[in-house]
T-cell receptor
Framework: GNSVTQMEGPVTLSEEAFLTINCTYT??????LFWYVQYPGEGLQLLLK?????DKGSNKGFEATYRKETTSFHLEKGSVQVSDSAVYFC?????????????FGPGTSLSVIP | DTAVSQTPKYLVTQMGNDKSIKCEQN?????MYWYKQDSKKFLKIMFS???????INETVPNRFSPKSPDKAHLNLHINSLELGDSAVYFC?????????????????FGPGTRLTVL
């Protein structure tokens, strides 16, 4: 079945450091890929998405490129801020019917210290 | 305007009690979901409804019963609460495009309900 694997956290970085959170997936077809972010005490919200191979999703300085050859969708940001401290979830959707569901990774907790 | 709202935000109750969590979305979406998030932040889908019809029912104790009075509302009723039910429960909605072959669209999450069973 479909699955999503993320690097284990927690990840702790200093402000302005470079961030990479690895995400790899297994899917039978051509899924859409997502990164969701969950700030403390809140629900998940979409950070960015890509719907086909080689697409790059970007938002708030974060980027991720859909790599079909390596089945990856790594999240990157050039310079993190304290306000980026959150849990990040990689997800895939290959819904062909209403019975299919979005598959979420286990989440990676990021703490950015001043 | 809140897109997906849940009430209550916090719920503290004794073991054995029955409680309900309400969810409403004003996005006009066709599909709504319930997720359970444990203390390690792992997110697990429990149910999904499409146009008031139960579509996904994961391996969840039958003490959990979802109800969708209309496509904008999806409530979760839990009977005989147990300690292991303590978690954060999230409602979500999406405009599913699978009917046109485009796959599931972005999910919009509510703020969550933190349930603590004592």
């Amino acid at each position: 079945g479909n699955s999503v694997t993320q690097m284990e956290g927690p990840v702790t970085l200093s402000e302005e450091a470079f961030l990479t959170i690895n995400c790899t997936y297994t899917a039978t077809g051509y899924p859409s890929l997502f990164w969701y972010v969950q700030y403390p005490g809140e629900g998940l919200q979409l950070l960015l998405k890509a719907t086909k191979a080689d697409d790059k999703g970007s938002n708030k300085g974060f980027e991720a490129t859909y790599r079909k050859e390596t089945t990856s969708f790594h999240l990157e940001k050039g310079s993190v801020q304290v306000s980026d401290s959150a849990v990040y979830f990689c997800a895939l959707s290959e819904a062909k019917t209403s019975y299919d569901k979005v598959i979420f990774g286990p989440g990676t907790s990021l703490s950015v210290i001043p | 305007d809140t897109a997906v709202s849940q009430t209550p935000k916090y719920l503290v109750t004794q073991m054995g009690n029955d409680k309900s969590i309400k969810c409403e979305q004003n996005l006009g979406h066709d599909t709504m979901y319930w997720y359970k998030q444990d203390s390690k932040k792992f997110l697990k889908i429990m149910f999904s409804y499409n146009n008031k019809e139960l579509i996904i029912n994961e391996t969840v104790p039958n003490r959990f019963s979802p109800k969708s009075p209309d496509k904008a509302h999806l409530n979760l009723h839990i009977n005989s609460l147990e300690l292991g039910d303590s978690a954060v429960y999230f409602c979500a909605s999406s405009q599913d495009l699978w009917a046109s072959g485009s796959g599931t669209d972005t999910q919009y999450f509510g703020p969550g309900t933190r349930l603590t069973v004592l």
